[in-house]
């Protein structure tokens, strides 16, 4: 069936690095958008951004824009979220979750169709404390 | 930044007729979607491109859309439907990002 597993929960240290991988089985890996969602304890959901496994290409949130790096490896049906310079407040779920959006090119700019992130991950715990 | 706004709380009787609203002023250019979360669970997709509903989803769920609101309505609702329920959309700045709204907790008893 179509699932997405990602990896176990992190415990880092302020001004580390976290890497929480994303492992896709059950459909065509490279056929839909992978986003990133995180929810602090209590909180809302928080959009942080998405990475078209195909191409590799990239859209992050304005908040997080040189502080996460997403990547893929297609080889394996993996994506990668990598959080940088870790700070208390980013302790937090991370999920992934996919996306089916269909780009059709336009001669100004090109049309984008959504059609909802439909598969969720279980969630990994970030615990960010000194 | 583009910001989708939700009532923080609804709450209703089982059975009774639940709305949730979602205001943000790209919406008549932009779809809403919807997702439901229960307590310590992943989201759910109950409501896509303003108002189709994924396969599995009740059809007590449904929405719809309106200049500068989207509404999610649970008719009939049930007290299994209790959760936290969060609109998303994406700006209509040309850049695609998602945006969540703060979410609206449904009470239903």
């Known amino acids: 069936q179509v699932q997405l597993v990602q990896s176990g929960a992190e415990v880092k240290k302020p001004g580390a690095s976290v890497k929480v991988s994303c492992k896709a089985s059950?459909?065509?890996?490279?056929?839909?958008?992978m986003h990133w969602v995180r929810q602090a304890p209590g909180q809302g959901l928080e959009w942080m951004g998405w990475i078209n496994p195909n191409s590799g290409g990239t859209n992050y949130a304005q908040k997080f824009q040189g502080w996460v790096t997403m990547t893929r490896d297609t080889s394996i049906s993996t994506a990668y979220m990598e959080l940088s310079r870790l700070r208390s407040d980013d302790t937090a779920v991370y999920y992934c979750?996919?996306?089916?959006?269909?780009?059709?090119?336009?001669?100004?700019?090109?049309?984008?169709?959504?059609?909802?992130?439909?598969?969720w991950g279980q969630g990994t715990t970030v615990t960010v404390s000194s | 930044s583009y910001e989708l706004t939700q009532p923080p709380s609804v709450s209703v009787s089982p059975g009774q007729t639940a709305r949730i609203t979602c205001s943000g002023d790209a919406l008549p250019k932009k779809y809403a979607y919807w997702y439901q979360q229960k307590s310590g669970q992943a989201p759910v997709l109950v409501i896509y491109e303003d108002s189709k509903r994924p396969s599995g989803i009740p059809e007590r769920f449904s929405g719809s859309s309106s200049g500068t609101m989207a509404t999610l309505t649970i008719s009939g609702a049930q007290v299994e439907d209790e959760a936290d329920y969060y609109c998303y959309s994406t700006d209509s700045s040309g850049n695609h990002r998602g945006v969540f709204g703060g979410g609206t907790k449904l009470t239903v008893l």
């Open positions: 059950g459909y065509t890996f490279t056929g839909y958008y």
């Open positions: 979750a996919r996306e089916s959006i269909v780009v059709v090119p336009a001669a100004i700019e090109d049309y984008y169709y959504y059609y909802g992130m439909d598969v």
